[in-house]
């Protein structure tokens, strides 16, 4: 009796370890017909809000297959770091996280509700964030099995994370006052009226006003009775000329010669 307890407990430490060598194992192949988009933000900033990183499957094949999920996130910033929440419809889905050197093993603890057939996706969800004072690279690797644990189909996306040791408290308010800054100068200038002393009087104002609305019609009205007074001096002019070179002309007349005696 003993020895098949022993024998027992042995096939299930070794079938565990399987699994684990299995969703750990590199992708070295794939099965024909299947394929993953991993879609993830290029940014993640340590202590800001989780972001969602999405892998979506289809499949041409006729047969119908049941998917889980597997993640890895290779990154150098530590495991203690990284939040990882892997999400459905109804709320959260039940994993189970290794770590092994800067990889970070997410893998489902069932199969996906969703069935995979031809002309229909399933998704996975993973809510991830990071915390603490390191930056670095990350690469979200999806891997889609079957469940017979056969790989179907792997891929994945990169992104930054940009550590608190990096993120400057100042540098935002910087940023947002430089914008301002821009949109001021790009704002165009108000047209604005002739400026009055605020230490001047009222009527005073008021008066300067006036002077400057009638100058420039009292300018014409001047110009006008000039050039009258000028055309007017040059006709009495030239009437007196006129008048002057009659009476300086000599009367001219015919004289009958006296008859003869």
Known sequence: MRHRIIALAGAIVAGTALNAVAWASPAAAEVPGFEVRVSAPERFTAGRSAATVTAVVTSENRRCRKV???????????????RVTRVEDNGEFAT???????????????????????????????????????????????????????????AGATATVRGERGASPSAEPSEEAGEDAAEEEEAP????????????????????????????????????????????????????????????TLPTGFYRMPPPR
């Open 189 to 248: 200038a108000e047209e604005t009226g002739p400026v009055i002393p605020a230490d001047s009087d009222e009527p005073e104002a008021a008066l300067v006003a006036e002077e400057s609305t009638l100058l420039g019609p009292g300018l014409i009205v001047g110009g006008i009775c000039v050039f009258l007074g000028v055309l007017l001096l040059v006709r009495l002019r030239a009437r007196a000329r006129t008048v002057r070179i009659e009476a300086e």
């Open 96 to 154: 189970d996280t290794s770590t092994e050197g800067d990889t970070t093993t997410i893998t489902d603890e069932a199969l996906d509700p969703g069935t995979l057939c031809r002309g229909r996706t399933v998704t996975g969800r993973w809510q991830i964030g990071f915390e603490g004072p390191d930056g670095g690279d990350v690469r979200f690797e999806a891997r889609a099995f079957d469940a017979e644990q056969t790989l179907l189909t792997t």
């Open 68 to 82: 889980r999920w597997v993640l890895l996130v290779r990154t150098p910033v530590g495991a203690d770091q990284l």
